[in-house]
């Protein structure tokens, strides 16, 4: 069948599609609004494409604007997603449409700087700048409500931390053959569930002499990160632990070093309808795969966890849901572990919400020497406007939820009110409560769960993970678990590990009580 369109109906479409070539060229018309206008410069020689952030802040002489977590209001943030830049082309952003704390137009006469980021791969929230974003100057300016803002144009790349830099590069000259191994194991049951391949990555940090052609085993340490970690970030561990055992200071130990980071943000080693199985890829295939290429000990006393934050809860988790596959778990710090207290708040309370306790009192998220810093609802707010990929919240969609009709994660709260969603906190309660789990399977599991759960948290932790701790402990308690929790008194998330000047004693301590275990 051949289609015949009228010579008006041509001219129509034509006028169309110069409209639309145009768009980003012409400024859109929003009363009250704040619009700013993005150049690529001349270094921009091929199309790009991600989240355009712009950020702006009071003051001047800064080399780079970007958000603290510890003043979420000092840096106010517009988003828009950018579909193609091309060379030399323009895009207009609406600052009033995605903005964090509020539209720009609500910004107070001042003086102020601005730097615009094109994430390129939506990872900021997990990893901020990395060096394929492209990045502008940043630009100093006079605001005056009903003003303009300057044009900024985009004109290289992010740069990489120097320091950071030289010192990866001594990490990787420490690095001998039989000493640090990196591993990328390709899991079939990863690769059947996302339908292309996807793999394990750890580094393999051996004791001193390990003797590739020995009888002598090893017990295993399986660690893994928090919050931001990957491959890269944990070398520096690696590296450490091996110089602490070269030293006598930790037992000679075999340590997986497991990277959990993925572009959704970390999978923590769960089994979940959105990342895939992950706990069973570790248990099932990447484990035997370890053991039959190096001396470990090939039972439940010479496997051990440790992890902190995220890290923490994957490694309560793993215990928790394989409790024949792990002798032990030292999890610090963990993400909240019984969900009466979710950072804060309680999932199933009646009306519950993230961000207000029931006196309509702000949930505080972020501390700092007893004073609060940050709210749920400011680190929540920021990071959707940031962007829908990498965040620690859309983190725990990622692994905690059911999917939606549209295939994706549902959200368990509304970024916007913070209302929960009683029937994801359902879901969430069932399969990832851990406190539920626990409870619900202790007929089966209590005697191989039985003394080997260790938790260590700071009493002042920054992200108050102390809560859902004590609520943890009662329920282990009320079932004669015989775990171990300590609550250090006056340590944050982020010194736990310090022991008097050693700020990693807390992981001597720990492989200490480990090799005890296994080698009584």
Request: net charge negative; aromatic share 12%.
């Amino acid at each position: 069948m051949r289609l015949t369109i009228p010579c008006n109906w041509l001219i129509v479409i034509a006028l169309w599609c110069n409209l639309s070539y145009f768009a980003n060229a012409a400024a859109p018309s929003s009363p009250d609004h704040v619009i700013l206008r993005v150049k690529a410069g001349p270094d921009v020689k091929e199309n790009l494409s991600g989240r355009l952030l712009v950020f702006i802040k009071k003051g001047s002489g800064d080399k780079v604007v970007d958000t603290n977590p510890f003043k979420p209001d000092e840096t106010w943030v517009a988003a828009k997603e950018v579909s193609v830049l091309a060379p030399n082309q323009t895009v207009w952003l609406d600052a009033d449409d995605i903005a964090f704390p509020k539209g720009f137009s609500a910004l107070s006469a001042g003086q102020y700087e601005m730097q615009v980021v094109l994430d390129v791969d939506h990872s900021y929230n997990y990893s901020q700048r990395t060096p394929r974003d492209w990045v502008s100057d940043v630009v100093s300016f006079q605001w005056i409500p009903g003003g303009k803002l300057p044009t900024v144009t985009i004109n290289r790349h992010a740069e990489g931390d120097p320091k950071r830099s030289a010192e990866l590069l001594e990490l990787h000259a420490k690095i001998r053959p039989n000493e640090i191994i990196e591993e990328h194991f390709i899991s079939p049951v990863l690769s059947q569930f996302w339908g292309r391949s996807r793999q394990i990555n750890a580094w393999v940090v051996l004791p001193p002499n390990y003797d590739v052609k020995g009888n002598k085993t090893y017990p295993t340490v399986y660690w893994t990160h928090g919050f931001t970690g990957s491959m890269e970030r944990i070398l520096e561990t690696s590296v450490k632990i091996r110089e602490r055992m070269v030293a006598g200071q930790i037992p000679p130990m075999i340590w997986v070093m497991l990277d959990e980071s993925i572009p959704q943000g970390t999978h923590e080693f769960a089994d979940s309808v959105n990342n895939g199985p992950w706990g069973a890829a570790l248990t099932t295939e990447f484990i035997p795969y370890l053991e039959s290429r190096y001396q470990m000990d090939a039972k439940a006393t010479g496997h051990f966890l440790n992890g902190h934050s995220s890290g923490g809860w994957a490694t309560l988790q793993l215990q928790i849901n394989y409790p024949k596959i792990f002798g032990g778990t030292w999890s610090t710090s963990p993400d909240p572990s019984d969900f009466h207290d979710f950072t804060g708040a309680n999932l199933y309370a009646a009306n519950a919400n993230m961000y207000r306790h029931a006196d309509g009192s702000a949930i505080p998220l972020i501390r700092y020497e007893g004073k609060v810093m940050a709210s749920v609802q400011q680190f929540a707010q920021l990071e959707d406007v940031m962007g829908p990929y990498g965040g620690q919240f859309a983190s725990f969609d990622w692994v905690f939820s059911p999917k939606g009709d549209d295939g994706q994660p549902m959200k368990m709260f509304n970024r916007q009110t913070g209302e929960i969603n009683p029937k994801v906190v359902a879901y969430w309660h069932d399969h990832y409560d851990l406190a539920n789990i626990v409870t619900a399977n202790w007929a089966t599991r209590g005697d191989d769960l039985r003394g080997r759960i260790h938790l260590i948290v700071g009493d002042a932790d920054t992200f108050y993970l102390d809560g859902s701790a004590h609520k943890m402990q009662a329920v282990l308690d009320g079932l004669h678990a015989d775990a171990h929790f300590t609550y250090s008194p006056g340590r944050s998330h982020f010194d736990l590990y310090a022991i008097g000047n050693d700020k990693m004693g807390l992981m001597v301590q720990i492989a200490k009580e480990m090799y005890a275990v296994a080698r009584p």
